[in-house]
């Protein structure tokens, strides 16, 4: 595990992380937020000058790939392409939407983990690469492969038919190493949540629902959640300096119905509560305890401190982890 935490994979994973809490900070889901930018006036001049793919500073491109994958292109060729990144990631996962309305639950004797879930990732397993190649241009095509298996990783383990912080962690992974070949950027910072991760919490919440999927490692009642992790870091960073919503509150049936389509910390509540029945303090001890927490600042100062060591540290989790060019587990290496 040491090797891991001082790896290149966690620096530029955590950095992530960080990079998307604070974009959210104070923002709702409704907020309007950019992505990149087309050139303002056609194409530029013939004789502009090629620049190297744009990259959130924590992720040079340049430890990421060969040399002869580090390619250049115009910045006319980079700004069309970026305006529909956004788009294709929310198409991609609206195909696997598409996918589990096709492949419905089997009757079984057993109540749990439904095998038609492993028909539905056969489908993925075969077209994962293909899908993602609809999201990356083909002058990084060579990424593809690579990229790919991110994306299977993200949906569950098709044996065991279960499902968590592991497969969620492979999809955070999965959209860092589409910012780090440069598909997405930092003004995509907040799409990236709003849109994109918060379309795979559906799907993903589709996916445990109908094949009812086993949760992968959970801590039953001790756990911050069943399948997931990342939204209430997110979410609770949405809810910093809310004039009216306060860590107390996320208990209250009636704030949690108005305002969940707006922040994704009371929509991963009113999930757990029409997934689990009896009082909320029973079954999910460790979100009612957070409840008591003075401010949304320290609920999610003390989530990102909860993420590094029971998810992030901890073995049954990372041993899933994959490690690749993009995602080396070197040290980590100065700039």
């Known amino acids: 595990m040491g090797k891991w935490k001082r790896s290149q994979a966690y620096a530029d994973y955590i950095g992530f992380i960080l990079t998307l809490n604070e974009g959210v900070k104070g923002k709702k889901l409704s907020f309007e937020y950019r992505v990149s930018e087309s050139l303002r006036s056609g194409r530029p001049d013939r004789a502009s000058p090629s620049v190297p793919l744009p990259l959130f500073p924590w992720a040079p491109l340049a430890s990421s790939y060969p040399r002869q ?75 593809v492969p690579e990229v790919a298996v991110y994306l299977k990783e993200s949906v569950g383990n098709s044996t065991r ?60 009642v001790w756990g911050l959640d069943d399948f997931q992790f990342l939204p209430f ?56 305890n957070i409840s008591a927490v003075p401010s949304w600042s320290k609920v999610n100062q003390g989530l990102i401190r909860m993420y590094k060591a029971e998810c992030l540290e901890k073995f049954p989790v990372i041993q899933h982890f994959k490690f690749g060019s993009l995602l080396p587990i070197h040290p980590v290496t100065s700039c």
């Not at 598409?98 to 397993?125: C, H, M």
């Not at 996320?250 to 922040?263: P, R």
Request: aromatic share 10%.
């Open 69 to 143: 994958e580090r390619l250049e292109v115009s910045p006319y060729t980079i700004c069309t392409r970026q305006t529909q990144a956004i788009e294709k990631l929310v198409a991609l996962l609206n195909t696997l939407d598409r996918w589990i309305d096709e492949t419905p639950p089997v009757d079984q004797p057993s109540r749990f983990g439904n095998k038609a879930y492993r028909t539905w990732y056969a489908k993925l397993d075969e077209e994962a690469e293909n899908l993602v190649a609809t999201v990356v241009p083909t002058h990084l095509a060579a990424a």
């Open 161 to 220: 038919i279960d499902y968590g912080t592991g497969h969620e962690a492979a999809f955070a992974a999965f959209l860092c190493c589409l910012c780090k070949i440069g598909v997405l950027r930092v003004d995509d910072q907040i799409a990236i949540v709003f849109k994109v991760f918060n379309r795979y919490l559906e799907v993903m919440r589709k996916l445990q629902k109908t094949y009812r999927m086993e949760p992968a490692g959970s801590q039953g």
């Open 233 to 288: 870091i997110w979410g609770s960073s949405q809810l910093i300096d809310h004039p009216c919503l306060e860590p107390r509150h996320f208990v209250d049936e009636k704030a949690v119905n108005e305002s969940h389509k707006d922040y994704m910390f009371l929509e991963c509540v009113l999930f757990i509560t029409e997934m689990k029945t009896g009082p909320f303090a029973e079954h999910s001890n460790q979100l009612w």
